[in-house]
């Protein structure tokens, strides 16, 4: 097992955690706030006192079982690549996407994936990518929130839920 990290922001994290976390390979899922102007904020202060994080997922994942390239693919599947500070209903700098990395080396990798998913789209990519600069855990009620109120909001449909289920990074298979 080659245990590796990385941090996706991609609007409300309450969606794109429950995504995420039904992908194989995918070994620990976190909610939190990334590369942002203040320590230790609250989620009020993310969403009403301007403090520049975005809503974000930390992912660990395992690189034998899923690899970086695959798990970005999934990711792109469910967001808006082309929204600035959008996904869905969510509005603000919060809900913007980012790709976050902590392995210098990933980055060429998110760069020439970031390159590959333009080619589909006439509208600029908006995703950030950047090198995580600092991630505080959100508070334990935002955990695993879609788990705990199934009914709650999210902008990722059903469908993406259950393709995440059977999702299988073929390249991996040995």
């Not at 941090?7 to 992908?23: D, I, N, P, Q």
């Not at 909610?31 to 969403?47: F, Q, S």
């Not at 997922?57 to 500070?85: F, H, M, R």
Request: hydrophobic share 30%.
């Amino acid at each position: 097992m080659y245990e590796k990290e990385i941090y996706l922001a991609g609007g409300c994290f309450w969606g794109t955690e429950k995504y995420l976390e039904h992908v194989l390979g995918i070994l620990e899922t976190e909610v939190g706030y990334a590369n942002g102007l203040t320590k230790n904020p609250t989620y009020e202060e993310v969403c009403h006192n301007n403090t520049g994080h975005a809503e974000t997922v930390k992912v660990v994942y395992d690189d034998d079982i899923i690899g970086l390239s695959y798990l970005l693919t999934l990711y792109y599947d469910v967001i808006n690549p082309t929204s600035i500070n959008r996904q869905g209903g969510d509005v603000g700098s919060q809900y913007r996407t980012g790709i976050y990395y902590t392995d210098n080396k990933d980055e060429e990798m998110i760069l020439a994936s970031i390159k590959e998913l333009q080619k589909k789209y006439d509208e600029k990519i908006a995703i950030e990518v950047l090198p995580l600069t600092n991630y505080y855990k959100a508070e334990e009620y935002h955990q695993k929130y879609l788990t705990k109120n199934p009914n709650g909001y999210c902008h990722i449909g059903v469908d993406k839920f259950e393709k995440a289920k059977k999702a299988r990074d073929e390249s991996k298979n040995r």
